[in-house]
T-cell receptor, first 113, second 112 residues
Framework: NAGVTQTPKFQVLKTGQSMTLQCAQD?????MSWYRQDPGMGLRLIHY???????DQGEVPNGYNVSRSTTEDFPLRLLSAAPSQTSVYFC????????????FGPGTRLLVL | SQQGEEDPQALSIQEGENATMNCSYK?????LQWYRQNSGRGLVHLIL?????REKHSGRLRVTLDTSKKSSSLLITASRAADTASYFC????????????FGGGTRLMVKP
């Protein structure tokens, strides 16, 4: 199994540009989530999904959209990038939303100029 | 807002010594998890301890949970240089819809 994969590994955007961060998992996990990690800080939840067709907001959802059309994929869209969205983004998945180990991808480093 | 707060923020020890990291949280939880993050990498799950458990072991790792004090500790015994990483606690509670809420982490450096 490849586990949780994320692309791209690194991206530079200009303010106002849009882009999609890709996340895929091959473990047939129902639960997937997106976090952002700012320097010296822990992770903050952006959006999550408990299954295909179901998404919900986390702690810091503004400026981001998600969709879950398949069990495997959970893309994160930045609608109009802002410098405040410069961060490292992690995708994670688990069998369910409660009491389970979360498996993390390697992260996407995003720089917004 | 961060549910869990780790203490200390940074810890430097010699190889072979024990390392203890603490985590405090604010609301009742279903479980608490510890993760490790090597520099520039994603998080790796270490241990999950449920609210009705008081202690768990995994190899050189020992985790305790005191729900009355809303705190947990992670002990790494006989540390190695390869243990150098950031360690995060994460809590899961009904209040947050079973989402994981992470603390700010403890940066551990183990000197050879």
């Amino acid at each position: 199994n490849a586990g949780v994969t994320q692309t791209p590994k690194f991206q530079v955007l200009k303010t106002g540009q849009s882009m999609t961060l890709q996340c895929a998992q091959d473990m047939n996990h129902e639960y997937m989530s997106w976090y952002r990690q700012d320097p010296g800080m822990g992770l903050r939840l952006i959006h999550y999904s408990v299954g295909a067709g179901i998404t919900d907001q986390g702690e810091v959802p503004n400026g981001y959209n998600v969709s879950r059309s398949t069990t495997e994929d959970f893309p994160l869209r930045l609608l109009s990038a802002a410098p405040s969205q410069t961060s490292v983004y992690f995708c994670a998945s688990s069998y369910s939303s409660s009491g389970e180990t979360q498996y993390f991808g390697p992260g996407t480093r995003l720089l917004v100029l | 807002s961060q549910q869990g707060e780790e203490d200390p923020q940074a810890l430097s020890i010699q190889e072979g010594e024990n390392a203890t990291m603490n985590c405090s949280y604010k609301t009742s939880i279903n479980n608490l998890q510890w993760y490790r993050q090597n520099s520039g990498r994603g998080l790796v799950h270490l241990i999950l301890i449920r609210s009705n458990e008081r202690e768990k072991h995994s190899g050189r790792l020992r985790v305790t949970l005191d729900t009355s004090k809303k705190s947990s500790s992670l002990l790494i015994t006989a540390s190695r240089a390869a243990d150098t990483a950031s360690y995060f606690c994460a809590t899961e509670s009904d209040n947050a819809g079973n989402m994981l809420t992470f603390g700010g982490g403890t940066r551990l450096m183990v000197k050879p």
